[in-house]
């Protein structure tokens, strides 16, 4: 059975940082894109970020500069790095993978996904 748990959420102040963490398990996502993306109440959810298997990044307009993908195919991990946090950054954040090698920004491409952790950024 494939498993994402995420972690790292939290309440942090604009302008402070967190780091998510996803750990995957049931199979190796080592050839496979990974990504984020997040859902705040009351809207879709959205692209976040997202690493394929070379290792290209993707970013969304509204993080870039500001958050990084990474991952760690050893460890079958995947993290985000979200440094200057806004308040409009609020989110539940979802860690996705796909059996695909390639990064895509539609959420119906990933068909394996985590039960989310809440960010929220106070003004």
């Known amino acids: 059975q494939v498993q994402l748990v995420e972690s790292g959420g939290g309440l942090v102040q604009a302008g402070g940082s967190l780091q998510l963490s996803c750990a995957a398990s049931?199979?190796?996502?080592?050839?496979?894109?990974m990504g984020w993306f997040r859902q705040a109440p009351g809207k879709e959810r959205e692209f976040v970020t997202s690493?394929?298997?070379?290792?290209?990044?993707y970013y969304s307009a509204s993080v870039k500069g500001r958050f990084t993908i990474s991952r760690d195919t050893a460890e079958n991990a995947l993290y985000l790095q979200m440094n200057s946090l806004k308040p409009e950054d609020t989110a539940t954040y979802y860690c996705?993978?796909?059996?695909?090698?390639?990064?895509?920004?539609?959420?119906?491409?990933?068909?394996?996904w985590g039960q989310g952790t809440q960010v929220t950024v106070s003004s």
């Open positions: 996705t993978a796909s059996s695909k090698f390639l990064s895509s920004f539609s959420p119906e491409d990933y068909e394996y």
């Open positions: 049931g199979r190796t996502f080592s050839r496979s894109a």
């Open positions: 690493i394929n298997w070379t290792g290209t990044t």
